[in-house]
T-cell receptor
């Protein structure tokens, strides 16, 4: 099993550009999450989904949108990138009834 | 917002030494997890503690959950260079809240040979 995969692995954007990060999981997990990781700040939750067709805001949702049209995919969009969104983005998933989250390898995004 | 304070933020020790990492909060969590993260990879779960006062051992690593389920510690005995990495604690909310995790800031451990 591939587990949780993320594409792309690296991306450089100019301020104002848009992009979509794709997360896919093959474990049939109900829950999916998007985090950003910045030095000295641990991981902060951006948005999450408790099932296909549902999304909810996390701790730092501003500037991001998400969609979960298929159970196995969770998309994170940046409509107008800003330098403050330079970070490493992680996707995670988990199954109902278990707290453990399985993380993808991350996407390193730089906004200039 | 529930907060988790992790200490120390950085730790550099010699092979064979013992160390303890602390994770503290003013909030109660339904469970607490410890993850380890290698450079360029996502965090990987080490252990989940659920019951107040619970102690779990994973080879040379000992994890403890506080009686009030607000704090936790990770103790490593006779550290080895392979233990080097970023250690993250994470408190889990109830299932009805999506079991969201609140992460500590992380402890960057370096074990020198």
């Amino acid at each position: 099993n591939a587990g949780v995969t993320q594409t792309p692995k690296f991306r450089v954007l100019k301020t104002g550009q848009s992009m979509t990060l794709l997360c896919a999981q093959d474990m049939n997990h109900e829950y999916m999450y998007w985090y950003r990781q910045d030095p000295g700040m641990g991981l902060r939750l951006i948005h999450y989904s408790v099932g296909e067709g549902t999304t909810a805001k996390g701790e730092v949702p501003d500037g991001y949108n998400v969609s979960r049209l298929k159970k196995q995919n969770f998309l994170l969009g940046l409509e107008s990138a800003a330098p403050s969104q330079t970070s490493v983005y992680f996707c995670a998933s988990r199954r109902t009834g278990f707290a453990e989250q399985y993380f993808g390898p991350g996407t390193r995004l730089t906004v200039t | 917002t529930q907060l988790l304070k992790q200490s120390p933020q950085f730790l550099s020790i010699q092979e064979g030494e013992n160390l303890t990492v602390y994770c503290n909060s003013s909030s109660v969590f339904s469970s607490l997890q410890w993850y380890r993260q290698e450079p360029g990879e996502g965090p990987v779960l080490l252990v989940t503690v659920v019951t107040g006062g619970e102690v779990k051992k994973l080879k040379r690593l000992t994890f403890q959950f506080g009686d009030a389920r607000k704090d936790s510690s990770l103790h490593i005995t006779a550290a080895q260079p392979g233990d080097t990495g970023l250690y993250l604690c994470a408190g889990a909310e109830e299932e009805t809240s999506g079991s969201r995790l609140t992460f500590g800031e992380g402890t960057q451990l370096t074990v020198n040979p």
